[in-house]
T-cell receptor
Framework: GQQVMQIPQYQHVQEGEDFTTYCNSS?????IQWYKQRPGGHPVFLIQ?????EVKKQKRLTFQFGEAKKNSSLHITATQTTDVGTYFC???????????FGAGTQVVVTP | NAGVMQNPRHLVRRRGQEARLRCSPM?????VYWYRQLPEEGLKFMVY????????ESGMPKERFSAEFPKEGPSILRIQQVVRGDSAAYFC???????????FGNGTRLTVT
């Protein structure tokens, strides 16, 4: 079954606003990865978090790994139209690294 | 520095035909993964291969689907006797090692008529 649950499924954001998408698991995760897929495109790797409580930033994107390593969040500030797409979190289930993806958060930005 | 190359980009097959999807990993990558994506849905793991070996095929249907990654040449995902439900985008990804991030190809969009 699916290892990670993502909420919300859809996110409508006004340009310039901030939003957060969440990734939750019932089990402890060894790591969490985030990918972005533009409409009609392919998933592109954004970041990997490994340590408990880890926070990483990429310009307007802030990624966080929970202290218990059971959840993660992606926060985007001052949303732009280029942020449109679906954001997936993914985590490994086995020691060899098979990635299981969440269902994704589809982000729509209105100007 | 070519990325993951998949072909064809679009593939149309009639019910009962065979579909062959090809994937060449990034240079230096020996780990290949196939994922399937239905419209408006997430990515479902199908199979993980290394050169000449299938490591995990737990996400691949046991009938009609097969995958290989020969010593020479691209990885092939083969779907025999396609049905309408096989219509989806099939993405290939590669990585340097099992715990490295995945690099995805542009995908093959399969349509079964």
């Amino acid at each position: 079954g699916q290892q990670v649950m993502q909420i919300p499924q859809y996110q409508h954001v006004q340009e310039g606003e901030d939003f957060t998408t969440y990734c939750n698991s019932s089990t402890t995760l060894s790591n969490i990865q985030w990918y972005k897929q533009r409409p009609g495109g392919h998933p592109v790797f954004l970041i990997q978090l490994v340590k408990s409580g880890e926070v990483k930033k990429q310009k307007r994107l802030t990624f966080q790994f929970g202290e218990a390593k059971k959840n993660s969040s992606l926060h985007i500030t001052a949303t732009q139209t280029t942020d449109v797409g679906t954001y997936f979190c993914a985590s490994t289930t086995d020691s060899w690294g098979k990635l299981q993806f969440g269902a994704g958060t589809q982000v729509v930005v209105t100007p | 520095n070519a990325g993951v190359m998949q072909n064809p980009r679009h593939l149309v097959r009639r019910r009962g035909q065979e579909a062959r999807l090809r994937c060449s990993p990034m240079k230096g990558h020996s780990h290949v993964y196939w994922y399937r994506q239905l419209p408006e849905e997430g990515l479902k793991f199908m199979v993980y291969l290394q050169k000449e070996n299938i490591i995990d095929e737990s996400g691949m249907p046991k009938e009609r689907f097969s995958a290989e990654f020969p010593k020479e040449g691209p990885s092939i995902l083969r779907i025999q006797q396609v049905v309408r439900g096989d219509s989806a985008a099939y993405f290939c990804a590669s990585s340097y090692d099992p715990n490295s991030p995945l690099h995805f190809g542009n995908g093959t969009r399969l349509t079964v008529t």
